[in-house]
Structures are given as C-alpha cells and as structure tokens.
T-cell receptor, first 113, second 113 residues
Framework: DGGITQSPKYLFRKEGQNVTLSCEQN?????MYWYRQDPGQGLRLIYY???????QKGDIAEGYSVSREKKESFPLTVTSAQKNPTAFYLC????????????FGSGTRLTVV | LAKTTQPISMDSYEGQEVNITCSHN???????ITWYQQFPSQGPRFIIQ???TKVTNEVASLFIPADRKSSTLSLPRVSLSDTAVYYC??????????????FGAGTQVVVTP
C-alpha cells in the first residue's frame, strides 16, 4: 500500500543535540511538507518542497533544516538553535498543489530533555 | 491567504447529524475549501474539498453558498468514532499561495452515546 512513513514514532534527545526525523513516501507525489503541532493547537508549517533539490521556508523555519535529494524523501533536522523543539512533527505529501488533498504520515513525537 | 474561523468545540449524540460552519470572509477567487479530520496522535486525514455549491462523498457533505464566504461540513449520523478535531482550510492554487495550508485550532467534535 502507498503512503507516508515517518520514523521513529517517539524520539527522545538531550538539549543541545541535533536530531533528524525521517519522512519517506511511495505515492510518487511531487510536493512534501513538514508541520509542527503543539498540544491543543493546529499545525504550523515548517518547510515545504515542490520538487527535488528545492524547498521553501514556512511560517516557523527558524531552528530547522531540510533536504530534498530524492523525490520520495524529505528529512527534517531539528537543530540546537530551535528553542522549544518538544512537539509532534507531521510530514505530508501531495501530487500537485494540494488540490486533491494532502496525505499525512502518522507523526513523530519529539521530546527534548 | 484567507483566514478561517470555526467553533472551538461541538457536542453531539450518536446518530445525529453534525454541522460545522466555517467562515472565510476574504476568500480569493482561486481559493478552494478543504476539510481535514484528526484523531489524537495521528496525522490529519483529508475529508472533502470544494469550490462552490455542494459536494458529497461517502463520508461527508460540504455546502458552500454563492458568496463563498462560509462553508458548512455536514457529518450524517455520527458515531463514537467520529470524535475528532475537524479543520477547515482555504487553499490557493496560485504560485504564491500553494503549499501554505494554514491549520487553525480546528473544531473538537465529541460524540457521546
């Protein structure tokens, strides 16, 4: 079955360490996205990418970095510069500009201690 | 991007119809309306999208009046498993606005027996 795989589901890191969250899709979608969700709140866009080797900052890109070397992969690195990294991170993809809807992964819950 | 406003929460009993109205007063000509459903600790799931009038699928109906300044998601005969957060979004199809889906806090729907 096609879909988006995020790994790991839970991640614990010490403060000051960089950590990379994995996102892989086998839907042949061109566009991919990263969102952050805090408890009781909606999703906020971190980065998005329309094609390989191209990506744009979203609303809260500071302290995060991404790469898009392959169509099916869009990893997110949470750097030590992110002041409050503990959150639920969601990856999504869409075949075009999202007119047919986004497909989301099941998320990675990152806890920084 | 058009800002959306929807109720924070709604309660319902099993078997009833639930209608969630979303206002989007500054929706642009090229914008379309889409709704997502999210269960705790999962990624949002695309429910339905539309541009004008009425759209129906196996899960829900979406009613959009002629002025498109609001839309109503209708969930027929809800069950306990419909308890979730529902997000209304307005998405653009232009080069400047694609990829920038704005998720608000959504509407928490609670269905009780």
């Amino acid at each position: 079955d096609g879909g988006i795989t995020q790994s790991p589901k839970y991640l614990f890191r010490k403060e000051g360490q960089n950590v990379t969250l994995s996102c892989e899709q086998n839907l042949n979608h061109d566009a991919m996205y990263w969102y952050r969700q805090d408890p009781g709140q909606g999703l906020r866009l971190i980065y998005y990418s329309q094609i390989v080797n191209d990506f744009q900052k979203g609303d809260i890109a500071e302290g995060y970095s991404v790469s898009r070397e392959k169509k099916e992969s869009f990893p997110l690195t949470v750097t030590s510069a992110q002041k409050n990294p503990t959150a639920f991170y969601l990856c999504a993809s869409s075949p075009d500009k999202g007119i047919y809807g986004y497909t989301f992964g099941s998320g990675t819950r990152l806890t920084v201690v | 991007l058009a800002k959306t406003t929807q109720p924070i929460s709604m309660d319902s009993y099993e078997g009833q119809e639930v209608n969630i109205t979303c206002s989007h007063n500054n929706i642009a000509t090229n914008d379309y309306i889409t709704w997502y459903q999210q269960f705790p600790s999962q990624g949002p799931r695309f429910i339905i999208q539309g541009y004008k009038t009425k759209v129906t699928n196996e899960v829900a109906s979406l009613f959009i009046p002629a002025d498109r300044k609001s839309s109503t998601l209708s969930l027929p005969r809800v069950s306990l498993s419909d308890t979730a957060v529902y997000y209304c979004l307005v998405a653009g199809m232009t080069t400047d606005s694609w990829g920038k889906l704005q998720f608000g806090a959504g509407t928490q729907v609670v269905v009780t027996p």
